[in-house]
């Protein structure tokens, strides 16, 4: 017994041993346009090969600026590949998310070196390129959002403008806190928090990478240095290694960011930070601090006041004291409505002579779209392949979010009770569609119109069609539709024009849809040269029913086989016939000399018979003594 049980003791220490705590947060990033896995320095971050994008090619790149990740490679969408292009990336796990996308320039003198368009995360607008966003002097060649991701999946999506080609550089998903950047009501998942500009403040470079391994949920994320006023080389703190998150502090902030500050001057005790900002929007702001002046040791040596816009906002702000003691970190946060074009926070000293911040964080908050119906965009997505639609529509991501982007040729309505839209009208005529119209037309069942007239669509008109009564208006006129016209379309009964004209169709016109003229309905059925059953069509024959014509082929087909095997039968005995005659015809001479032989020796006995008879008759009965 002692053996077994030390096995199964030992295999459970082992898988133990090497069974992980927890589960990493989960981490993706993309290298658009690379053919291989890249790994890039200092870090070694590992890039994947590009997957999951919509279309678009793949060139070399040239980093517009110097935040840029070390990639060498672009992925570019030309307008005539369609106006939206989407990465749609498969199995993300729930949960809250950063994702960013960084810009490059295609490495081609003959291209538009600064493509200006715009760029939504989940059906939703984040970003819109300014011109002398490819300055290397500017910090404007990525765009960050934290979002939730509820689906299992993640579509980033660009979107032309007309001014030149949307190029990507490469994009990162990366899984933070559920509970990251709360800002408070109105937080959760109808929100997305945009990356307005973010300060390590004090540090003369970005530090882009420099805490990968150190911040557990954000991955290399960086923090930008701007100019500031009243600082000095002397006023600027730095201390390695000695800060002590908080326990107030989660930690998706990363330990790297509490090790510079700035501090203000004896001529200017006041810090004050101004940038510029969209008006009538809602910023999140985010506040990092950590007393790492070695002068202050205890409470009360430094309190100041923080103001935005003029207003305070935060009063007698005394770090050591909120955050516990010296070389801790303490976060503050505050939601306001910008209603001008600039945001400025000012750090106002009440005791000692200066003021210290480690970090700005700003963040637009922005509402999320509802998305569209799952059901009816994959509906839509049926109709695009069977109708081979052409690329210069797009057709990628979500055909009514962002608004100002809603797919070619598709009308949405919002529904203010699912919070959802959905698909009420299709345009789609004159646009040289080829193919047929798949079943999966009926989930289209808020449709209330659709024009899919003058194409070249073939096959039959699909018995689900009659499934959309909300129909008002359908027009496939002019072109190959084959086949009857389906009794299903008798169940539209909100139709009001119904234009069949211009194909190939044949047998009765449903009945009901006869019926339909009567309630002020305009229908066309003209040029299909098999119709027939209403007034201004020819008359049809007597009407069978779908079980009475199929009656019909079987006793037809019946008929047939029994007309064949009697014939079979007749042949067989006409050929036995003439097999006969024929035999008899060669065998004749002999046959007429055997009868002959036969006759003259049935004579002779015959005679003899007769004279042996006549004898015994004259001569009388032998007497026997």
Known sequence: ????????????????????????????RISCGARNDVHTPPTNTLWYRDFGYSGGYFTNATRPSFITPPLQ????????????????????????YSI????????????????????????????????????????????????????????????????????????????????????????????????????????????????????????????????????????????????????????????????????????????????????????????????????????GQRVFDVLINGDTEFQEIDIVKMSGGVNSALVLNKTILVSGRSLTITLNPVKGSHTIISAIEVFEIVNAEAKTLIEEVRALQKLKSALGLPLRFGWNGDPCVPQQHPWSGVDCQFDSTKLKWFIDGLGLDNQGLRGFLPEDISKLSHLEHMNLSENSIRGHIPLSLGKITSLQVLDLSYNFFNGSIPESLGGLTSVRILNLNGNSLSGRVPAALGARLLHRASFNFTDNDGLCGIPGLPTCGPHLSAGAKIGIALGACAGLLLIATCLTCWWKRRQNILRTQQIAARGAPYAKARTHYSRDVQLTRHNNGHENARTAAENGPILLS
């Open 73 to 96: 490679t672009v992925r570019y969408f030309p307008l005539s590949e369609g106006p939206e292009n989407c990465y749609h990336i498969e199995r993300v796990p729930h949960g809250h």
């Open 100 to 299: 960013r996308i960084f810009f490059g320039l295609v490495k081609d003198p003959t291209f538009d070196n600064e493509p200006l368009f715009d760029v939504s995360i989940e059906g939703t607008l984040v970003y819109s390129m300014q011109s002398g966003w490819s300055n290397h002097d500017d910090e404007q060649a990525f765009v960050e959002s934290i979002v939730f991701l509820e689906d299992g999946t993640a579509s980033i999506c660009f979107h032309s403008t007309g001014h030149g080609d949307p190029a990507v550089l490469s994009i990162e998903i990366l899984q933070v806190g559920n509970n990251a950047y709360n800002f408070g009501p109105g937080w959760g998942r109808g929100t997305i928090l945009r990356t307005h500009k973010r300060l390590s403040c004090g540090a003369k470079n970005p530090k882009f990478d420099v805490d990968y391994s150190g911040d557990h949920w954000g991955g290399d994320r960086f923090w930008n240095s701007v100019p500031t006023f009243g600082q000095s080389a002397d006023h600027v703190l730095t201390t390695k290694n000695t800060i002590k998150l908080s326990s107030k502090v989660p930690n998706y902030y990363p330990e790297a960011l509490y090790q510079t500050a700035l501090i203000s001057t004896d001529n200017q005790p006041d810090l004050a930070y101004t940038m510029d900002v969209d008006p009538n929007r809602n910023y999140s702001i985010w506040l990092h601090f950590a007393e790492i002046d070695s002068s202050v040791t205890g409470e």
């Open 1 to 28: 017994m002692r053996g077994p049980l030390s096995l199964l003791i030992f295999l459970i220490v082992f898988v133990a041993a090497f069974t992980p705590s927890h589960q990493a947060p989960y981490a993706l």
